[in-house]
């Protein structure tokens, strides 16, 4: 079955630090792939998406993820945290059903 | 333009009761999805919507969870006799086309 893994389930970083989110898919045909980030007491809101051309994403807030398919990877990386960006990020794929199967997400803390 | 909208935003309600989770699509978006993460656990595809169709309910966890679209736009989720582990968040979407890309806010329920 095609499955997304997020190995880190917490992360804590400065604020101004650099910041990378590790997502791997399960090996298929080019994924569909997606961030979305959820901050509390808010619904999931689309990062940014990757369907295919430029590896590289640049999405909303600042973030951008690179898609590697030697890694089987998309990792999520922003240059500089903002205290704002505490929040739960999920890495999605989506399947031939045309649903989204998420990872487990990654709960990220900004230390001031 | 409004996003998708999910009522109620909060849940309690005793095991062996009914609770019914509305939600709005974006006005036009053909395609609804729900999800839902129970605690500790992925978010996980319940059933997807094209128009009032049923496109696969495949996720659907047994028959005490009755879903319905009628006419095409709003979605209602029923869930009854309501089990304890039925409490998580549960999460609509909807998209013009594609997975969804427009999430709600959730309702949180909870099972007592």
């Known amino acids: 079955a095609q499955s997304v893994t997020q190995p880190d389930i917490h992360i804590t970083v400065s604020e101004g630090a650099s910041l990378e989110l590790r997502c791997n898919y399960s090996?298929?045909?080019?994924?569909?792939l997606f961030w979305y980030v959820q901050s509390p007491g808010q619904g999931l809101q689309l990062l940014l998406k990757?369907?295919?051309?430029?590896?590289l994403v640049q999405g909303i807030k600042g973030f951008e993820a690179e898609f590697k398919r030697s890694q089987s990877s998309f990792n999520l990386r922003k240059p500089s945290v903002h205290w704002s960006d505490a929040a739960e990020y999920f890495c999605a794929r989506r399947n031939a059903g045309n649903m989204l199967t998420f990872g487990g997400g990654t709960r990220l803390m900004v230390k001031p | 333009e409004a996003g998708v909208t999910q009522f109620p935003s909060h849940s309690v309600i005793e095991k062996g009761q009914t609770v019914t989770l509305r939600c709005d699509p974006i006005s036009g978006h053909d395609n609804l999805y729900w999800y839902r993460r129970v605690m500790g656990k992925e978010i996980k595809f319940l059933l997807h919507f094209v128009k009032e169709s049923k496109q696969d309910e495949s996720g659907m966890p047994n028959n005490r969870f009755l879903a319905e679209r009628t006419g095409g736009t709003y979605s209602t989720l029923k869930v009854q006799p309501a089990e304890l582990e039925d409490s998580g968040v549960y999460f609509c979407?909807?998209?013009?086309?594609?997975?969804?890309?427009?999430f709600g806010q959730g309702t949180r329920l909870t099972v007592v």
């Open positions: 090996y298929g045909a080019t994924p569909y």
């Open positions: 990757y369907f295919s051309g430029d590896t």
């Open positions: 979407a909807s998209s013009p086309d594609g997975p969804g890309a427009f």
